[in-house]
Every structure is written in structure tokens, then in C-alpha cells.
């Protein structure tokens, strides 16, 4: 069983903007925090982190760190497994979301050390640039939505067509079966990027007005396939710059 908990990032917790601008943008705001939550995980994959005790100083255990990155729950027609591959030490990806598309990067250097802020925000703004002159047809959601189906019909759909993978219509959710009939080894390898990530990145749309309907966004998502609803982190930025994360553990 696991745990679902919501992180709202508001106030003086924001980072604040990386450039003189009035309002803080989500590709800065995104970021920031992500710069910090990569140094974290490169500790853990290098074993830095020290571990946590209690009173009389015996050490608690840390083996659930395991499922808190690269993992993502796996769908089944009658009960989700966990899938995770931290422990893969090739899986240094972050999947990013923006306007229906995926991407992939690996925000490290050659020596081990995570981009910094200024290179993430150069990054996101290349994606958000790419995905404004090459929308996502209208009426159509991104394959994330399908993590947001029945736990059954998604269960089934075990391989894409390349044409649906880029995006699929909601009205064909009872039609999936039959139309996967054909196995894509590609479309087999972008789920696996997906799950086996870091964590994934949704640089939203949504202009929340206050923690509330920030709150909202994270627990419910603006639209279908907005948000990757089986990673265990992942960290959602918005059009007016707030920000949060979703986990589970």
C-alpha cells in the first residue's frame, strides 16, 4: 500500500526569479527546485545521505528511499505493482511534460554534478519554445491520460502505435485494446523512459490564484494527461510561476 502526499511550494519557500522580471516564471520556478531535488538524489545514488536514528541512536531503515525516485506504479487488471529502478545506474533521466508532448533529458554533467538553475531554466524554456511552434492538435490528451483511466483498460494497453503515443483522443479509451493490437518496441522503450525516470516535470498551463486552487491542481490536474499520475514524484510548475509536488511512498 502506499502513501499520497502533496508538497505546495508558496511564499518565501518560492525560489526566487533567476532573472529581473515582474513575475516569476514557471520555467525559472521549476527550475530551482529541481536543481535542489537533483543534488538530493545524487547523494542518495552516491550513499552520502546519512541515516536517520532515533533516540537511543540505532538508525532507522532507508530502504523506502528506494521507491521515492525512478519508480512508478505499473498497472494490473486486478491490483497495481510497483516498479522501481533506482538502484539502475543508468537511469538518470527526467521526463518533462509540456502542452500534450514528453521529453527526455539528463541534467547531469560528465562528472556527476546536476545542471545548475540557470541551465535547467535555459532548458525548460527551450522545451516550452518547441511545444508553442509545434502544438498538440486540439480535442486530443496527451498519452499521460491514460494513467488517469480505469486501472483495468490501462492495464491492457501495454504497447502504443507511435501515432497515439504523441497524443490520443479520450473518446478512444474503449477502442485501445483492439487498436494496440500491433507491439511498437519504440513506444515500449518511452514508457519505460518514463517510469524508470528520476522523477517527471509537468510545466502546466493552470494559473492557480492561491495555495487552494493550487492544492486542487495537484490532487485532481487541470485536464486528462496533464500530469503522469504513476510516477512517485513528481514536480508541477505553473503558468504564473507557483509550484508543487506530488508522491507517493
Given at each position: ?177 483492439e487498436k494496440m493490437s500491433s507491439h511498437s518496441k519504440r513506444n515500449a522503450e518511452n514508457l519505460k523512459t518514463v517510469h524508470s ?53
Open positions: 500500500m502506499s502513501t499520497s502526499f502533496v508538497t505546495i511550494w508558496s511564499g518565501h519557500e518560492q525560489p526566487k526569479p533567476l532573472h529581473k522580471q515582474s513575475e516569476r516564471s514557471r520555467a525559472s520556478t521549476a527550475a530551482g527546485i529541481l536543481h535542489h531535488i537533483l543534488k538530493y538524489w545524487r547523494r542518495l545514488a552516491d550513499e552520502e545521505v546519512q541515516a536517520e536514528t532515533d533516540a537511543r541512536k540505532a538508525p532507522f531503515s532507508m530502504h523506502q528511499f528506494r521507491f521515492l525516485f525512478n519508480t512508478a506504479r505499473a498497472p494490473g487488471e486486478h491490483r497495481d505493482s510497483i516498479r522501481a529502478h533506482f538502484e539502475e545506474k543508468l537511469n538518470s533521466q527526467v521526463a518533462v511534460s509540456c502542452g500534450g508532448r514528453y521529453f527526455r533529458v539528463e541534467p547531469f554533467h560528465a562528472d556527476g554534478r546536476p545542471w545548475s538553475p540557470i541551465a535547467l531554466e535555459r532548458y525548460f524554456e527551450s522545451v516550452e519554445k518547441y511545444v508553442e511552434n509545434n502544438p498538440v492538435e486540439k480535442g486530443h490528451v496527451a498519452v499521460a491520460g491514460l494513467t488517469c483511466a480505469k486501472r483495468p483498460d490501462w492495464a491492457r494497453v501495454r504497447l502504443l502505435t507511435n501515432q497515439l503515443f504523441a497524443s490520443i483522443s479520450q473518446k478512444l479509451f474503449s477502442q485501445l485494446e525516470s528520476i522523477l517527471t516535470v509537468a510545466l502546466d498551463d493552470s494559473e492557480p490564484a492561491d495555495d487552494e486552487a493550487l492544492f486542487k491542481l495537484l490532487t485532481a490536474g487541470p485536464e486528462l494527461g496533464a500530469q503522469w499520475a504513476d510516477k512517485t514524484l513528481e514536480l508541477v510548475a505553473t503558468a504564473n510561476g507557483l509550484c508543487g509536488t506530488r508522491s507517493e511512498v
